[in-house]
Nanobody, 127 residues
Framework: VQLQASGGGLAQAGGSLRLSCAAS????????MGWFRQAPNKEREFVAG????????YYADSVKGRFTISRDNAKNSVVLQINSLRPEDSAVYYC?????????????????????WGQGTLVTVSS
């Protein structure tokens, strides 16, 4: 599956951004979807995940209450709504797809579970 992320940009602290990820695969609904981010000189980290049917979502503690992940299987897309932006949210954001079924946070937060990655979209938050 090919993934195309978009929606990044420059925003002020406290503002919002909406990141989108479009998938090429007609079997998109069979993939667990995740968003990761990587800031300069830092490791890639899990941000949010959503299961195949969209009824289970997972968030890193640092983004809970501010980020919302959703998916539209009919449109082969997943969205990350980011509110209350903070300068520390600045990073390249990647969407990723994995062919697994799991409800364990420890499992789905590992980047190694995801076989397919988008190219990333840059989010810069000014203070």
């Amino acid at each position: 599956v090919q993934l195309q992320a978009s929606g990044g940009g420059l925003a002020q602290a406290g503002g919002s951004l909406r990141l989108s990820c479009a998938a090429s695969e007609r079997t998109f609904s069979g993939y667990f979807m995740g968003w990761f981010r990587q800031a300069p000189n830092k490791e890639r980290e899990f941000v949010a995940g959503i299961n195949q049917s969209g009824d289970l979502t997972y968030y890193a503690d640092s983004v809970k209450g501010r980020f919302t992940i959703s998916r539209d299987n009919a449109k082969n897309s997943v969205v990350l709504q980011i509110n209350s932006l903070r300068p520390e949210d600045s990073a390249v954001y990647y969407c990723a797809a994995g062919q697994f079924y799991s409800i364990l946070y420890s499992y789905i937060r590992s980047s190694n579970r995801y076989a397919y990655w988008g190219q990333g979209t840059l989010v810069t938050v000014s203070s």
